[in-house]
């Protein structure tokens, strides 16, 4: 690189840190390292879809594959520390990267808010490995038992608890076809400490959701706190419910990296930012990690990603800095084939075309971070199944 670059490294190889590396990677006046711990992207919206029979490839896309034809520095490593006084950013393989600007884009970390066993039992849908787990588990289960297990428990009543719920019992029923086994009553449940479903939307949608479940035959316990789980139950509010399949979808926390490095943090344990989106003189925080008003959606990822990288650029041609104004993201919650629900400021749409609205936004979500045609086919790899089961593998693709 030359002197007169300006070395920009970004850590987090997700939403945030991606779409500010494609946004510098076109001004020659940035020499830009991307630096994550996987060599993947994770497209965590499709994975509650990958746990029940749709292909990984649809929640996961290489790295080296977004960046083909960008001038962006890919290395894969594990941030550890800052070097503040040297402007240096340390990795768990002893590497140490230096910078003249950092963005942060690590994301949250699952948090099982110290509940006894679930750590240890609970199955969850945060990484592809996981969702990959329990579509195993899901199978193991039932060919092993040749009937559905007692309950399935998901603990969550956010976005992610009600995409898994919806989905499951036709995937329970689709396994149980494939395998000959005999279709009995299956019972899902989802549990959720707070008296209300996805308690940011408003109420109308709440309950639009809470019908459809119910239709879909999955039962509600709500402002029900889960207090342990063991092998084979799971507690709550003082009662046991039999189960082998506890999915936990309810908790996750900041980063640790951003403890461990001394940032100031709110009482969430968010990153306390500036009107930049600064935390500290050339270091700047972006999505999940953020302090703003809507953090802990993809949206707000890009959107940040898009303020901070226009202000950098507008900081080297010496043009007045924009001030962040929080971007109200729009909610789509599928729950169940087909059906989803749309929440756009006052207007709402449910069912059929809330579905196709969200078949759309994955397309766009893909487009803003590949050319429209890697984008298209990356969205076209949402239509097709894969099993691991060799029995399933069959069917599916008959
Ligand atoms: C199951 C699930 C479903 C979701 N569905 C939706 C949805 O439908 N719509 C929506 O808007 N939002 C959804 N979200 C939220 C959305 O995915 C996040 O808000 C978004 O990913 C945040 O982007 P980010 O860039 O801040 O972090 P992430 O996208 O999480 O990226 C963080 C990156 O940092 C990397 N990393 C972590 N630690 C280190 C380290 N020490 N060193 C280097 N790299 C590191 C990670 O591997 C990852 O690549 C969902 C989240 C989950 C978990």
Known sequence: MSDSEERVLIVGGGFGGIKAALKLADDERFHVTLLSDK??????PSLFHTA??????????????????????????????????????????????????LILALGVVTNYFGIKGLEQYAY??????????????????????????????????????????????????????NHGIKHRAIHIDLVEAAPSLVPR??????????????????????????QAETADSLMVNGKPIQSHTVIWTAGVTNHPFFKENQFALTDHGKVVVDEHLQAEPHIFVLGDNADTKYS??????????????????????????????PKQPISVIPAGPH????????????????????????????????????????????????????ICAVVSHT
């Open 296 to 325: 802990g959606m993809a949206q707000t990822a890009l959107y940040d990603a898009i303020f901070v990288t226009h202000n950098l650029k507008r900081y080297l041609s010496n043009e007045t800095l924009r001030v962040y104004e």
């Open 124 to 177: 969850g849908i945060k990484s592809l490995e996981e969702a990959e787990r329990l579509k195993a588990h899901l199978h193991q289960q039932l060919t092993d038992e040749h009937e559905p297990d007692l309950n399935y428990v998901i603990i969550g009543g956010g976005p992610t608890g009600i995409e898994l719920a919806g989905q499951l019992p036709q995937y329970i029923r689709y396994i149980m076809d």
């Open 339 to 390: 059906w989803a629900a749309v929440v756009a400021g006052k207007f709402r749409l449910y069912g059929w075309l809330g579905w196709a609205l969200r078949e759309a936004a994955d397309l766009d979500g893909f487009k803003e971070l590949e050319p429209w045609w890697k984008a298209g086919a990356q969205w076209m790899t949402e239509f097709g199944t894969e099993e691991s089961c060799p």
């Open 39 to 44: 060599p993947n992207f994770r497209y965590y």
């Open 52 to 101: 029940t029979g749709g292909r990984a490839a649809q929640s996961s896309i290489a790295l080296s594959s977004i960046f083909a034809e960008e001038s962006v520095d890919i290395v894969i490593g594990q941030a550890t520390k800052i070097d503040r006084k040297n402007k240096a950013l340390h990795t768990a393989d002893g590497k140490v990267h230096h910078y003249n600007t």
């Open 201 to 226: 939307l408003p109420k109308d949608t709440q309950r639009a959701i809470a019908r459809q479940l119910r239709r879909l035959g999955i039962r509600l316990y709500l402002g029900q706190t889960v």
